[in-house]
């Protein structure tokens, strides 16, 4: 099995203003120096300059939580592909279920984000996960699936393979309940095997998937001995340095 690079991603939300940001980063980066796996931060826009100047140099990568798939143009209160890569952001996430929720972000809206992204360097991690209803209708694995196969729609097989998916179920997010480490496995071996189905085995071992929901630093150990979850994308957790170096700091 070709052996995938860990990767922690840390989603702010409407979370640490530039101060904030600025504060976490003085106190997270000393810690984070030596450690092998990837670490991402995807602090609210109005922050991610600042963070993009205190990372230069760093073991550190910068996300966005959203973008437009457009490059530019008249459309109110949005942020640009290029914008975020000028700063420079390395990635993007797409399609929170906060953002499907909330924002009226459609499958649809999601692949054209996904390809834009993908069109200007931005690596995309894409959320997926059900509602507690699917999950008790019995009928997560059918709603997950559709939700990747349609997040691929048009994409090629070599531009599959940078895309990072997070399986998020929608009951576990900001709740304290955590999948168990099994059902996450269950969901996420059944997304690579989709992958597979839709591409091939090279693009399904090359995709990084990570798990999301409350993960903490007493669970993640737990999480990242599953064969097939390749991090976590953490909200909550990811907001207090302490919290999340313990987070990227799993396998010491
Ligand atoms: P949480 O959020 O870790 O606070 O549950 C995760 C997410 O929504 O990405």
Known sequence: MMSRIPLMAGNWKMNNDKRETLDFLSSFLPKVKELTVEIVICPPFTSLYAAAEKLVGTNVKLGAQNMHWEEKGAFTGEVSP????????????????????YFAETDETV??????????????????????????????????????????????????????FAYEPIWAIGTGKTASAADAQEVIGAIRNKISELYNKEVAEAVRILYGGSVKPENIKELMAEADIDGALVGGASLKAESFYAICSFNL
């Open 82 to 101: 290029l914008m975020l890569k000028e700063l420079p952001c390395d990635y993007v996430i797409i399609g929170h279920s906060e953002r499907r929720q």
């Open 111 to 164: 692949n054209n984000k996904i390809k834009s992204a993908l069109k200007h360097e931005l690596a995309p991690i894409v959320c997926v996960g059900e509602t507690l209803e699917q999950r008790e209708e019995g009928i997560t694995i059918d709603f997950v699936m559709g939700q990747v196969e349609k997040a691929l729609k048009g994409i090629e097989a070599e531009e599959a393979k940078k895309i990072v």
